[in-house]
Every structure is written in structure tokens, then in C-alpha cells.
Nanobody, 121 residues
Framework: QVQLVESGGGLVQTGESLRLSCAASGSFFSIADMGWYRQAPGKQRELVAAITTGGSTNYADSVKGRFTISRDNAKNTVYLQMNSLKPEDTAVYYC???????????????WGQGTQVTISS
């Protein structure tokens, strides 16, 4: 069974930093893209940042220049360094990974359980 386990959320003040981590565990063949999404109360889930196996990245306009996504392929782990945090960054952050269980299997998206990030003003 595949699991994505997130850590690193919490409560910080405006301007401070947090680093989120997400490790994929279980039995699978390979991982493709990994990313972070967030969902604020009353809003739809949105992409924050994504990264390919080769390290190409994509960011939401609202976090460009403040957030950095990275990954360690050997550890099946993706990170999100969040700097200069703002109250509008408050949300539940979800890790996402596209992976396949076997070499001949289809690719599927897996999700972490979510970690709360709260920024106080």
C-alpha cells in the first residue's frame, strides 16, 4: 500500500518560514511528478508547486519568488520551502505524487493526508 506522509506544518507569523516534507512509502515501481496543493476554507484546492523527476518546476503566481519546491529521488521525498509567509497562505497543504505500482501499470495520483499551515498577522 502506498502512503504519502507529510510533515512540517504549523503556526507561524507573517514573514516567517516553514518547510514541508512529504515522503512516499510502500510498494511501487516509480514516481513521476510530485507536487504540493493547498485548500483554504471555502475555496477549491489549488496547485502551489510541482516538480518533475528531472527537476523542472512550476509555481502558482501567488508563491513565485517565495516558495521553492525540491525533491530527493533517492528518498522518494518532496519538499516545499516557504519563505515570507502571508496570512493568505493559510490553508491545508496536500502532497501529491503520480506513480505506478508496476512497470506495466498505469500512472495514478496519490495524495497525502494534508498538513495545516496557519499564518498569523
Amino acid at each position: 500500500q502506498v502512503q504519502l506522509v507529510e510533515s512540517g506544518g504549523g503556526l507561524v507569523q507573517t514573514g516567517e518560514s516553514l518547510r514541508l516534507s512529504c515522503a512516499a512509502s510502500g510498494s511501487f515501481f516509480s514516481i513521476a511528478d510530485m507536487g504540493w496543493y493547498r485548500q483554504a476554507p471555502g475555496k477549491q484546492r489549488e496547485l502551489v508547486a510541482a516538480i518533475t523527476t528531472g527537476g523542472s518546476t512550476n509555481y502558482a503566481d501567488s508563491v513565485k519568488g517565495r516558495f521553492t519546491i525540491s525533491r530527493d529521488n533517492a528518498k522518494n521525498t518532496v519538499y516545499l520551502q516557504m519563505n515570507s509567509l502571508k496570512p493568505e497562505d493559510t490553508a491545508v497543504y496536500y502532497c501529491n505524487a503520480r506513480l505506478r505500482l508496476r512497470m506495466t501499470a498505469s500512472w495514478y495520483d496519490y495524495w497525502g493526508q494534508g498538513t495545516q499551515v496557519t499564518i498569523s498577522s
